[in-house]
């Protein structure tokens, strides 16, 4: 079992940063990829960006390409999503996944089926 709680969620204007904390219990967390997620109202559940168990390989969404950076740190248990040059578009509730299982699951993925533990999601509001 893992559990997964996020933080650093909130309020910002328009190109301004926020960064994302995910913790997680269980000690399956430092061989499972991760990936973070987020769904607006009315829209489907949409990639952000993933990270290998290692750390060594990262993929992110067009949207977000070259704005956000996640990163891991496996001695506490924390994967992190940095968002800089944030968007009124960017606004949503932000999910942390981990994979934990199932083929390759120490890749990054983007597939949201590939992740079998969510977190309780995370408000981020940006205004224009």
């Known amino acids: 079992q893992v559990q997964l709680v996020e933080s650093g969620g909130g309020s910002v204007q328009a190109g301004g940063s926020l960064r994302l904390s995910c913790a997680a219990s269980g000690r399956t967390f430092s061989s499972s990829g991760m990936g973070w997620f987020r769904q607006a109202p009315g829209k489907e559940r949409e990639f952000v960006a993933g990270?290998?168990?290692?750390?060594?390989?990262?993929d992110y969404g067009d949207s977000v390409k070259g704005r956000f950076t996640i990163s891991r740190d496996n001695a506490k248990n924390t994967v992190y999503l940095q968002m800089n040059s944030l968007k009124p578009e960017d606004t949503a509730v932000y999910y942390c996944?981990?994979?934990?299982?199932?083929?390759?699951?120490?890749?990054?993925?983007?597939?949201?089926?590939?992740?079998?533990?969510w977190g309780q999601g995370t408000q981020v509001t940006v205004s224009s």
């Open positions: 996944a981990a994979r934990v299982a199932g083929p390759g699951y120490w890749r990054v993925a983007r597939d949201p089926t590939d992740y079998r533990y």
């Open positions: 990270i290998s168990q290692s750390g060594g390989t990262t």
